[in-house]
């Protein structure tokens, strides 16, 4: 079902900050549990968390004996999924969910080193986090889409913990790529964007023509539509479709030739 965006509008884009950094931060429990009871991949998918769009949560992949960590954005709660049941505390709550794995037959996640650091950050706005949550169930609506309609071998769709960006990546023979994906803010933008980036970079790029957004260029190349500029739009998921698709399409040539 498509996710209607007019739902994005309030809270205003730029007020989700504070929000994004509680939830950045209480998500490291999850990735933590996953490192602890995961075999590690190469790439550190091991690591990553999904939208559960029928449970409204970011959640690990499964873990040993089918239990599933899982953040309530909305309530910023974490969940412990396990045989049908669901055992729920507030975050931060790091000792009971080490008891809740123990109990699993499973790892404790609190002593798992992380190779990054992320700000401690214990609360926000119930509204906000609200919101925050209607943005990561759009944005992997909209990403889904994506994944399956552009040819290429499309990676599964991972909110990856350390940047908190939801994304799929394009993979084209040579080494080639095209990440698409949308970050709910960072150091660049202080609102979600989306972005659609090309690796390798292209060298003297002439910047397209996007129908919505901007061509990005300070530490990656890209297009980039944030949330203020989607929102602008008549129709903010068919701009969102629009600027993928462009961005899709043009990176190709540059990588193709």
Known sequence: MTYDWSKLREPAPGKLVAAREAAHWAAQALTK???ANLDAKPDDSHSALVWDAHEAMLVTQPLPLGV??????????????????AARRAAPADAWLDE????????PASGTSLPYDIPRKDSAEKANLAALARWFAASAEAL????????AVASPLYLWPHHFDIATLLSYPGGKSI???ISMSDHYYAQPYL???????PADAVHPTLPAGHCHTK???????????????????????????????????????
Do not use: M
């Open 33 to 35: 549990a996953a490192r």
């Open 100 to 107: 809740e794995l123990r109990k699993s037959g499973l790892k």
């Open 195 to 201: 972005y659609v980036s090309v690796y390798p970079a």
């Open 144 to 151: 889904e889409e994506a994944r399956a309609k552009h040819a």
């Open 179 to 181: 990440g698409v994906g």
């Open 68 to 85: 599933v960590v899982g953040l309530d954005v909305a309530k910023l709660e974490l969940v412990v999924l396990r045989g049908g049941h």
């Open 219 to 257: 530490d990656f190349f890209g297009a980039v539509a944030t949330a203020d500029e989607l929102l602008a739009q008549r129709d903010p998921r068919a701009a969102l479709v629009a600027v993928i698709d462009a961005a899709v399409d043009q990176g190709r040539r540059w990588l193709h030739g």
